[in-house]
């Protein structure tokens, strides 16, 4: 079994910065991608950034350049880096690790946790 564990969610205004991180513990041989996804009240859940094992990213248009998503391997960890940020990153973030373990591969969610930009 795999968890994964978000913090550093928070109040914020807006303009300022916030970090989150995301650290895997469990039963791991290899965590392949890792990403963060947000969900605002009322809306789907959109991916925010992604980033490959080989440390390749992918943003979401609305945060390329205000964002940066890296991780640490030995650490297992995952860390969201938002700047600038806007009253409509208000959301839940949630982050998503795809993870081979000793019984196969499969993908996992942590919590969430809660950012909140006011203006």
């Known amino acids: 079994q795999v968890q994964l564990v978000e913090s550093g969610g928070g109040l914020v205004q807006a303009g300022g910065s916030l970090r989150l991180s995301c650290a895997a513990s469990?039963?791991?041989?290899?965590?392949?991608?890792m990403g963060w996804y947000r969900q605002a009240p009322g809306k789907q859940r959109e991916l925010v950034a992604r980033?490959?094992?080989?440390?390749?990213?992918d943003y979401a248009a609305s945060v390329k350049g205000r964002f940066t998503i890296s991780r640490d391997n030995a650490k297992n960890t995952v860390y969201l880096q938002m700047n600038s940020l806007k009253p409509e990153d208000t959301a839940v973030y949630y982050c998503?690790?795809?993870?081979?373990?000793?019984?196969?591969?499969?993908?996992?969610w942590g919590q969430g946790t809660q950012v909140t930009v006011s203006s």
């Open positions: 980033i490959t094992s080989g440390s390749d990213t």
């Open positions: 469990g039963s791991i041989f290899r965590i392949n991608a």
């Open positions: 998503n690790a795809d993870v081979t373990s000793w019984s196969g591969s499969r993908n996992y």
